[in-house]
């Protein structure tokens, strides 16, 4: 009986996806009004780490952390596509004092920029539980 084999992707192919997934990112938190300072917390990087990867996203050595952070990210995102049809919601959206009982008045970006894991993780489930995602 023959064994599945598990293809790992090599170290350029990983490289690749991490770069696409960075400038995505650095685009997204552009439009959401991220503070340089604020992305550094969010993706847990250095300041030297984030503007040599913001000139070359493809020099970026990320950990599985800085991975996870960007996939988050990256899952808000395409959340508040399907609830926002106009840019300004869509984009917007991230900075606006939210009532409901997690956010407790604060913005999900004042909430994720704590640069806590837990609280992007949180921000994307309730975030995604308004367009009907299950928990």
Known sequence: MQTAQIIQPDRQSQRQVAATGLKAV?????????????IQRILQISKAAYYKYRHDPYCASLTQDQIERISYL???HSSLRLLFDNPQNLYGFMALPNHNPYFNGKSPLDIISSGQF???YETFKHID???GGMW
């Open 118 to 120: 837990a609280a992007l």
């Open 129 to 131: 539980a308004l367009r």
């Open 26 to 38: 650095f685009a997204i938190l552009a439009k959401w009004q991220c503070s340089p300072e604020q």
């Open 74 to 76: 990256l899952n808000i």
